[in-house]
């Protein structure tokens, strides 16, 4: 048979049955991630327009109980974890920084490495991943629960809003709560490396506490803070989105939980890494 001969039947390159179902596959990931942060984005400035309208109209109330009683359940009761992960890291940076620089004889630098490590990223970078655990899967599986108990249908029956009822306090209290872990974590982390750098490691006190402060500027402070209330907002809003869009019953429920974990750990650390570039181009860092 001819090759120029037109009954031949073409021949298909056999990679080709390979490169469709990958890109294939990368679009329905690429959909979805942009449908992800498309919802998400939309459940925040409707968020943002109830927070406005508590504070301009009267008739409007805020819910302060509930943005009070969310950062109770949030805030306060993560601080012992919190804390308790934190200390670990600093003994773990001291304990990990002190023997290579001491052989340059360099050991006093251990704290100014360590304050800058620690107030500009780890302290509300632990903080974050902690509360995500803590919180953000918590948060998703009750709202998740009250999606298909039909509470949230009996809400909207009764006209009251899901957003400004459930998602608005929770959103507040996550952002409010990580501000503050974030401090929290970074003054814990660097009172436990003072401990074990004074008691173990034989660097004096005044000496760790001096190299620190000349270290560390108050744009590093300000740049964790900054970090930790939109660690916050974004733990509580993906949590939020997650809840809400449950469908599947009690399967549905655990895939809410499980996703508000992967997906909260992946916006921090991309949050960080654009945070971290601003903060370079500014020369903040």
Not at 38 to 61: F, N
Not at 81 to 106: E, K, M, N, T, W
Not at 211 to 224: E, H, P, R, T, Y
Request: charged share 15%.
């Amino acid at each position: 048979m001819r090759a120029d001969d037109p009954t031949t039947e073409p021949r298909i390159p056999t990679h080709g049955w390979l490169i469709f179902p990958v890109l294939a596959f990368i679009g329905r990931k690429t959909t979805a991630v942009l449908d992800q942060v498309g919802g998400a984005t939309y459940l925040l400035l409707d968020a943002l327009r109830w927070v406005w309208r508590a504070l301009v109209a009267k008739r409007v109330r805020f819910g302060g109980h509930a943005v009070v009683s969310q950062t109770v359940r949030v805030g306060v009761r993560s601080i012992f974890i919190v804390s308790l992960v934190s200390g670990v890291v600093g003994l773990i940076l001291a304990l990990q920084l002190a023997p290579p620089l001491d052989d340059f004889g360099r050991k006093d630098l251990t704290a100014n490495i360590i304050g800058v490590a620690v107030f500009r990223e780890l302290g509300p970078l632990i903080g974050a991943i902690v509360l995500t655990g803590f919180a953000g899967a918590s948060i998703a599986a009750e709202i998740g629960t009250m999606v298909v108990s039909e509470e949230i249908e009996a809400l909207e029956a009764h006209a009251l809003n899901p957003v400004r009822f459930l998602v608005v306090p929770r959103v507040l209290a996550s952002t409010l709560s990580m501000t503050a872990l974030g401090v929290i974590a970074s003054a814990v982390a660097v009172v436990c490396s003072i401990l074990i750098a004074v008691t173990l490691l034989g660097i004096p006190y005044s000496t760790y506490v001096s190299n620190m402060v000349d270290q560390v500027k108050l744009a590093d402070f300000i740049s964790g803070f900054i970090k930790g209330g939109v660690f916050g907002l974004l733990i509580g809003l993906i949590a939020c989105y997650n809840g809400l869009k449950v469908t599947g019953g009690a399967a549905g429920v655990g895939n809410a939980t499980t996703n508000t974990v992967v997906q909260c750990v992946v916006a921090i650390i991309f949050a960080d890494l654009v945070f971290t570039a601003i903060f370079f181009a500014l020369h903040l860092v």
